[in-house]
């Protein structure tokens, strides 16, 4: 066992501070020659934390001027291409060899954001049908 850093290693190699990889860094497997990818494990990966950035956050669902596919439209959509609009179809993903994990978590949120304004609008159709409903009975 070796250890930088350490008098007495855990492990066959053993970092204990900074560690840095000039190219690339291939566990378990020989890192492919991917240009955009600099880690690479074959196996899983478990962590407490991993922070994705991202830009253009979907919040801009609840802006008053965002066009919401009215439901006759987005049920039409579904019937012919089998997918929610905007999501990349299973297709895709296989071709691509997998997801990008921060694009598909907001593409995500931008779908649960719009199911929300969906909902919300539902509601409100609903509270109008029973107060035109209540005003019809009492009649």
Known sequence: MTGIG??????????????????????G???PSDEIYKVFVEG????????????????FCFNEEYPLMPLRDLKKFISL???????PTAR???????IEIGEMQTILLKKVEEQTLY??????QIEELKAQVGSLTEK
């Open 44 to 59: 899983g990966i478990e962590a407490r934390k991993i922070r994705v950035t991202a830009k253009d956050y979907p919040d």
């Open 119 to 124: 909902i919300l609008d539902l509601q409100k």
């Open 81 to 87: 291409n089998k997918h929610l609009p905007g999501v």
């Open 6 to 27: 350490t008098e007495w290693p855990d492990a066959t190699l053993e970092v204990a501070g900074d560690m840095k990889v000039k190219d690339k860094l291939g566990i």
């Open 92 to 98: 895709e993903v296989e071709d691509n060899k997998g």
């Open 29 to 31: 497997c020989t890192p």
